[in-house]
């Protein structure tokens, strides 16, 4: 449900933030309970949350780390991605997915995406990987929230089934798809190693944070070890066993990507109310649906999956051709009547250093051009009120008349 106005006599809404956090659970007495327990970094509340994280998405191991950039990284690196290797990425993403690649001396080959759902289709992951056979490993991503196509696509194969004929090992960069089902399935449940963001605006935060999961006992065991300077021994156990919590071996040049149990805190808190807040943006997505469909010139997000199965991180809507005004100015626009929108995303071929490593020219892309220049995320988030919402979709009205 969206929320209702205050009153009637509320005073009319001037400004709409592009998100809000709000608390809506246990996030204050968890925090307590990890002040209190006078253990502020990675310790029980974080094996807490990664046990609750992996029932929620059907997962063996869940990996709570500081970012999903963290998880992204620590993946390909599990996997043996390094220098002289090839990573196939979409274009439309944010860099994390792509700089991770290049963190282990790899490669990416960046690649065209479908212009309305901004994801990779199955034709184009396998067109990709016939034109680099050099390439092993690929991360598709599950865009704005709604899951890629990784089971089933408009021809039968899906990400999935087409990676595993060309050779490829797929890691997923499910930044925005918590929680999001496919076919009856968890986004996380299905792929080899599927990586989560927790950052301030995401569905279920930790302020920052992000989770990475698997059923593969050997990467996880990797990523334990990796995500804390590859020690041999967690400091949870070195701590709580008693007289030897010095001794303990280096196996690799690890990194320090571990989730302090403060951050975890909110967290487990946000996770247990996880449905509601995927349902409070639902209602919100539902909305712009009704209110926007008759507003000529404007294109909503497409819905293939289930209902509930989009975590609706984004609801980016596009511009037809023939809009009174272009995509920067609506921005702007929206900006003057306080109204917070974003762009997802300036694409990695037209990033400085991405265009200017890989030589990548933008006729190259046609799918993530077309998204790119027309695209606009308007506001979206659980608590978002009926007199925010209306300000907004009548702004757009008025802005696009
Ligand atoms: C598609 C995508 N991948 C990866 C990331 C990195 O997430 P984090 O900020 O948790 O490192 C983001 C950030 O929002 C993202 O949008």
């Known amino acids: 449900m969206v929320e209702p106005a205050v009153t009637d006599s509320s005073p009319p809404i001037r400004t709409v933030p592009f998100f809000r956090f709000r608390p809506v659970g246990r996030e204050a007495e968890l925090i307590l309970q990890v002040l209190e327990s006078g253990w502020l970094t990675t310790g029980r509340m974080a094996m807490e949350f ?32 390094g220098p002289g290797q090839r990573v196939l990425v979409p274009s439309m993403t944010f860099t994390a997915t792509a700089e991770v ?30 034109e680099h056979p050099e390439a092993r490993f690929c991360m598709p991503v599950h865009f704005g929230g709604h899951p890629a196509p990784m089971l089933t696509g408009p021809s039968g194969a899906g990400l999935l089934e087409v990676a595993e004929r060309r050779g490829l090992t797929v890691v997923e960069d499910a930044a925005h798809a918590f929680p999001a089902r496919l076919e009856g399935r968890a986004v996380g449940s299905f792929g080899r190693v599927t990586c989560f963001s927790f950052y301030a605006n995401k ?17 996880a065991a990797r990523c334990r070890v990796m995500r804390v300077h590859g020690i041999d021994r967690d400091v949870w156990k070195r701590f709580t066993t008693p007289g030897t919590s010095w001794d303990y071996d280096v196996i690799a040049p690890g990194f320090k990507y571990n989730m302090p149990d403060l951050n975890a805190a909110i967290g487990l808190a946000q996770l247990e109310c996880a449905e509601d807040l995927r349902r409070g943006r639902k209602a919100i997505a539902d909305a712009y649906h009704v209110r926007l469909a008759d507003i000529d010139h404007v294109g909503l997000p497409p819905v293939t999956c289930e209902p509930d199965g989009h975590a609706w991180h984004l609801f980016p809507i596009t511009l037809a051709d023939g809009a009174p005004i272009d995509r920067n100015t609506l921005s702007q626009q929206m900006a ?44 979206i988030f659980s608590g978002m009120t009926e007199p925010e919402l209306d300000h907004v979709c009548s702004t757009l009205r008025r802005l696009l008349a």
């Open 203 to 219: 569905t279920i935060t930790t302020g920052e944070g992000g989770m990475l999961v698997t059923d593969d006992d050997a990467i």
């Open 50 to 81: 990664e046990s609750a994280f992996a029932r929620a998405v059907g997962a063996r191991h869940a990996l709570a780390v500081n970012s999903c950039t963290a998880a992204l990284h620590l993946a390909l690196e599990a996997l043996g991605v």
């Open 101 to 130: 690649v290049r963190y282990l001396g790899a490669d990416v080959i960046v690649t065209d995406v479908d212009p309305t759902t901004r994801m990779w289709t199955p034709e184009i992951l396998d067109r990709a990987a016939a």
């Open 336 to 379: 003057s009547a306080g109204i917070g929108t974003s762009v997802h995303y300036r694409p990695l071929h037209r990033m400085t250093y991405w265009r200017d490593r890989y030589d990548l020219r933008p006729e190259r892309f046609p799918g993530a051009e077309m998204a790119w220049r027309r695209s606009l995320s308007l506001p």
